[in-house]
């Protein structure tokens, strides 16, 4: 079973447009939600993260949105580019011993049209 | 700034075979993890380490095991390969707190 579920699973943006990935989640332990972008063969890597005390967070092109009482949040990335095209994936965290555990959604892949 | 560092980059063995996966976190950095990311999934939750000692198990085969060492690297140990083991490993570290993962370049394992 899915913790994270994430959606779309594929999009497709003119560039300059909009780029919107939604994620939702059940478990309210959750408490650190960060988004990872992935180019073909390369490691995550982190593009943005936010804690459910806080409802947005920007940096540069890209947004957070978080809604705590509906368990959703979502990655807006403005004025899309070719080179933003990759792999998204949000992930929930939740403390695990003494450490914190990563659930991942399954993945957007973003396609940005030149 | 130094990053997480993984080696081999690629690994090809044959079934039941063992490999052995090393992973160096960014200085300073107290844990470890391990995924295994599928072609076209989302990375998988191995185990992970904190202060050298085992903080959380995921869907780990018991034919792997894994150690963090006193300079806090740490090693993915694989044995009696399987065809279905073939994917990218990726070792991800983070300071406790904030607990931020960061990624390493990951290593291709194939199993023929």
């Known amino acids: 079973q899915q913790q994270v579920k994430q959606s779309p699973q594929s999009l497709i943006v003119q560039k300059g447009g909009i780029s919107i990935i939604n994620c939702a989640y059940e478990?309210?332990?959750?408490?650190?939600f960060p988004w990872y972008q992935q180019f073909p063969g390369k490691g995550p890597a982190l593009l943005i993260a936010i804690r459910p005390d806080v409802s947005e967070k920007k940096e540069g092109r890209f947004t957070i949105s978080f809604n705590k009482s509906a368990k959703q949040f979502s990655l807006h990335i403005m004025d899309s580019q070719p080179g933003d095209s990759a792999t998204y994936f949000c992930?929930?965290?939740?403390?695990?011993?003494?450490?914190?555990?990563?659930?991942f959604g399954t993945g957007t892949r973003l396609k940005v049209l030149a | 700034a130094a990053g997480v560092i993984q080696s081999p980059r690629h690994l090809i063995k044959e079934k039941r075979e063992t490999a052995t996966l090393k992973c160096y976190p960014i200085p300073r950095h107290d844990t470890v993890y391990w995924y295994q990311q599928g072609p076209g999934q989302d990375p998988q939750f191995l185990i992970s380490?904190?202060?050298?000692?085992?903080?959380d198990k995921g869907s780990i085969p018991d034919r792997f095991s894994a150690q963090q060492f006193s300079d806090y690297h740490s090693e993915l140990n694989m044995s009696s390969l399987e065809l279905g083991d073939s994917a990218l490993y990726f070792c991800?570290?983070?300071?406790?707190?904030?607990?931020?993962?960061?990624f390493g370049p990951g290593t291709r394992l194939t199993v023929l």
């Open positions: 991800a570290s983070s300071l406790t707190p904030p607990d931020t993962q960061y």
């Open positions: 992930a929930a965290s939740k403390r695990a011993g003494g450490t914190y555990k990563y659930i």
């Open positions: 380490f904190y202060e050298k000692m085992q903080s």
């Open positions: 478990n309210t332990a959750f408490d650190y």
